[in-house]
């Protein structure tokens, strides 16, 4: 049984298909540019049915998705006739959000006979146990990443964001559709507003939706994060343990000691 990566941007589809015994076939959207990868298979959304069958056709028994995917724009004239009967369930679930949206294509594809599958069936090591993995965490620190947890897990109830940053337990920044970066630079522009850096120089941290389906859109992290941190003049990254990838792992230690950063899989 062959497996297709339906890769989006960034560094996740290949660090996947490094660690696979057998070559996947690589699959993405019109637009999307994963790094380091020849992509094998273009599609667009609007011919949905045709691409399912060009993989059926192609061997491909598994899927698993990977990488970041803006929302695409749907243009009716390249709808073929299957895949407009598909297209009111598609816009009923893109408006109530990205997690039933994506809920809706793991459906689509299983409907199509394939299995999907996620990181930790595939890569188990992108994830890691719980355990500091660099740097020190003081009690100030467990405070904010508790704070932090309980804010990530009231935007995810609702379908936003999956990260937050918090210093002496005042919320500076929450995660939403620009993402990670945009919101430690938002972060790293704050002035009068921050708390004393003295009293504790406050996390960054990330989770998992609750109730969010694991086969896709986990969150990620990697050495960009952490540089991220840093120019937000913040103490280090706490996450999730076992439900965040991490990209780079040997890396992000190495850059966290360097950057006097701690790094924190939190269980």
């Given amino acids: ?11 996740l589809p290949a660090a996947l298909a490094a660690g696979m015994a057998e070559p996947p076939l690589v699959a993405a959207m019109d637009g999307s540019a994963p790094e380091g990868l020849t992509v094998d298979l273009r599609f667009r959304v609007e011919r949905l049915v045709p691409f399912l069958r060009a993989l059926e056709r192609d ?9 970041a995917v803006t929302r695409p724009r749907l243009d009716p004239a390249l709808l073929d006739e299957a ?8 816009m009923a679930a893109m408006a109530a959000g990205d997690d039933a949206t994506l809920r809706v294509v793991i459906e689509l594809f299983e409907e199509s006979g394939f ?19 660099a740097g020190s965490v003081s009690p100030h620190d467990e405070a904010d990443a508790a704070r932090a947890a309980a804010i990530v897990a009231a935007l ?19 995660e939403a559709l620009p993402g990670t970066d945009a919101m430690l630079a938002e972060v790293a522009g704050i002035g009068a507003l921050r708390p004393d850096p003295a009293r504790g120089r406050g996390l960054f941290y990330k989770a998992a939706k609750p109730g969010q389906d694991r086969r896709i859109d986990l969150p990620t992290i990697g050495p960009e994060t952490l540089r991220g941190v840093a120019a937000a003049g913040l103490g280090g990254v706490a996450f999730e343990a076992g439900s965040v990838i991490c990209l ?10 360097g950057l006097g950063l701690f790094l924190w899989a939190r269980g």
């Fill in 1 to 11: 049984m062959r497996t297709a990566i339906i890769a989006g941007e960034g560094r």
């Fill in 59 to 67: 061997g491909v028994g598994q899927v698993i998705f990977a990488g």
């Fill in 83 to 90: 895949t407009a009967s598909l297209l009111p369930r598609l």
């Fill in 115 to 133: 299995s999907v599958v996620g990181v930790e069936a595939i890569a188990p090591a992108l994830l890691p146990g719980a355990g500091v993995l």
């Fill in 156 to 174: 995810g109830a609702v379908d936003v964001g999956q990260g937050a940053v918090v210093a002496q337990g005042l919320c500076l920044a929450v």
């Fill in 248 to 257: 780079d792992l040997p890396e992000m230690v190495r850059l966290a000691g």
